[in-house]
């Protein structure tokens, strides 16, 4: 069976788990509220202080869905509690990140400095010039928008400049070397 999905998901003082027909649930915390619609498939049960997933049959697909399930709820349940966050690194000779109002303005050696603006639900804050914070309640929509931003200037293996994760290593390369 999924080791995954036979946990129970502890659900912590002032947070509500709601799961309405066609398993979508609702879960509420001090942060805010997820909605999520979850596959028909599984049963989820709120007993008590936890969260019980259960799966009808142990055919492949059953027990994928089953793990990604109890992972989800789990992900919307620290999310409302903690939030998530993710870290970039802005490195290079000139770029730099600044904030005005929801506006995140990136210069990163192009011809024109790029604006994005922060998407509902996610706040970036900079720490210096040179680091962005990421932050929000929902994992995927962090996740995804951290990586939208990383993509306006990936860093290159030569010098190791653009826009990288905190936790990230470049494999750096060797660079050419002058004739003899």
Sequence with gaps: MSRIGRLPIAIPAGVTVDVAENNKVTVKGPKGTLERVLPEEMEIKVEGAEVVVSRPSDLKRMK?????TRTLINNMVIGVTEGYEKKLEV???GYRASKAGKTLTLNLG???PVEMTDPEGIETVLDGQNIIIVKGIDKEKVGQFAAEI???RRPEPYKGKGIKYADETIRRKVGKTGKK
């Design 64 to 68: 994928a869905l089953h793990g990604l």
């Design 91 to 93: 490195n290079g000779v």
């Design 110 to 112: 192009y011809s024109h």
């Design 150 to 152: 990383r993509d306006k």
